[in-house]
């Protein structure tokens, strides 16, 4: 089973504030769990959210980039 995570501990893990993950919530952007009145986000939930939103470096061959002025 899945570890769960409170919302303090998901903002730790993205270096965030607790504002940031309560607005995932609230705006249904990443899964979570009720437990009674608590939140508690999964670990798999808050990974797929990580990878989902990785931007990957964009790699320039030499000679590609023009010069701008």
Do not use: C, W
């Not at 089973?1 to 993950?21: C, I, K, S, W």
């Not at 986000?41 to 010069?67: D, K, N």
Request: aromatic share 4%.
């Amino acid at each position: 089973m899945d570890r769960l995570l409170t919302v303090n501990q998901v903002a730790e893990v993205l270096g965030t504030g607790v504002r940031f993950p309560r607005r995932l919530i609230e705006e249904r952007r990443i899964a979570f769990v009720k437990v009674g009145r608590h939140v508690r986000i999964p670990e798999s939930a808050l990974s797929a959210y990580v990878a989902e939103h990785t931007v990957q470096p964009v790699t320039v061959q030499r000679g590609v980039l023009r010069r701008v002025a």
